[in-house]
């Protein structure tokens, strides 16, 4: 069965400082992983996406994420904070089965604090 | 595109009540899904549809719940009755059937039952 696992449930950094956010996957098929963002009070908005293409994926706003299969991870890096990417994170497998089911499993998220 | 419309934003209700909540998908989006979001629990999804048919409503907490979608641009997701442990913030999702993986959110239904 899939599922993904974000390591911490909370990261603090100063603005301009460069943003990690950890997330392993378990999956017996090659996954399609993505990272959702959620800002306070609003929905959740795609950041990016894996589909097994290029390893190194960039997404919206300066946020990339690396698929390391040897690892089974998918961390979400940006080099330099802003202010306005305070939010919480979301990293999600799909569910494979037969053709693209949609099914998302979410992480249990991590809030990103920038400080000033 | 106004994008995916839920409706209400906020509801405060009595325990015992019937609670609707709605959601209008985004325009030639035909897979729409419904999550409930909680501390405790995180975003589980409750229900999709595709092409308005449920396709795995496995994650209906109980027949309390109930979820339709009599066209491609209206669903509802029913309580009844309510109670304490559904508050939540419900949330409603759609995408294209090309690309399900991506999916739209909208604002969400924040849902106090006392």
């Known amino acids: 069965a899939q599922s993904v696992t974000q390591l911490d449930s909370h990261v603090s950094v100063s603005e301009g400082t460069p943003v990690l956010l950890r997330c392993n996957y378990s999956?017996?098929?090659?996954?399609?992983l993505f990272w959702y963002v959620q800002h306070p009070n609003k929905g959740l908005q795609l950041l990016l996406k894996y589909t097994s293409a290029a390893t190194l994926v960039k997404g919206i706003n300066g946020f990339e994420a690396e698929f390391k299969k040897s690892e089974t991870s998918f961390h979400l890096t940006k080099p330099s904070a802003h202010m306005s990417d305070a939010a919480e994170y979301f990293c999600v497998v799909i569910i494979e089965g037969s053709g693209n089911t949609g099914k998302l499993i979410f992480g249990q998220g991590t809030t990103l604090q920038v400080k000033p | 595109d106004a994008g995916v419309i839920q409706s209400p934003r906020h509801e405060v209700t009595e325990m015992g009540q019937e609670v609707t909540l709605r959601c209008k998908p985004i325009?030639?989006?035909?897979?729409l899904f419904w999550y409930r979001q909680t501390m405790m629990r995180g975003l589980e999804l409750l229900i999709y549809?595709?092409?308005?048919?449920?396709?795995?409503d496995s994650g209906m907490p109980e027949d309390r719940f109930s979820a339709k979608m009599p066209n491609a641009s209206f669903s509802t997701l029913k309580i009844q009755p309510s109670e304490p442990r559904d508050s939540a913030v419900y949330f409603c999702?759609?995408?294209?059937?090309?690309?399900?993986?991506?999916?739209?959110f909208g604002p969400g239904t924040r849902l106090l039952v006392l």
């Open positions: 325009s030639g989006h035909n897979s």
């Open positions: 999956s017996s098929y090659s996954p399609s």
């Open positions: 999702a759609s995408s294209s059937s090309v690309r399900r993986e991506t999916q739209y």
């Open positions: 549809f595709n092409n308005n048919v449920p396709i795995d």
